[in-house]
């Protein structure tokens, strides 16, 4: 697995809302949103400040931050131990055969 990239991750909001792959956001879900890959990429996150790592599926597009390249769900946040931002280091594990970027 190489590095895709390295960057700011933020965490989504606690409100369930339509994401743009049409599912619905859950705080509990290991789900994250990213501005170019594919719905349903399983991408492995590890937080470059104390090692901790989790798998999470992309649903969404975003951050629309500026220096933010990925937002991930609470729980996945919880699993990476850290509140608000964490600079984190992604790699992609799997991705859809024929997947395009969709929205």
């Known amino acids: 697995m190489s590095t895709l990239e390295c960057g700011i991750a933020s965490i989504y909001s606690s409100v369930s809302e339509e994401t743009a792959s049409g599912e619905d956001t859950s705080s509990e ?44 769900s609470q729980i996945a946040a919880r699993e990476l131990h850290f509140t608000g931002l964490a600079k984190v280091c992604l790699r992609i594990v799997w991705t859809p055969p024929n997947a395009g970027g969709g929205k």
């Open 29 to 72: 879900n290991f789900t994250a949103a990213h501005r170019t890959l594919p719905f349903g990429a399983v991408v492995h996150v590890q937080n470059e400040e104390n090692g901790h790592t989790v798998v999470v599926r992309i649903t969404d597009r975003g951050p629309f931050v500026a220096g933010r390249i990925i937002d991930v």
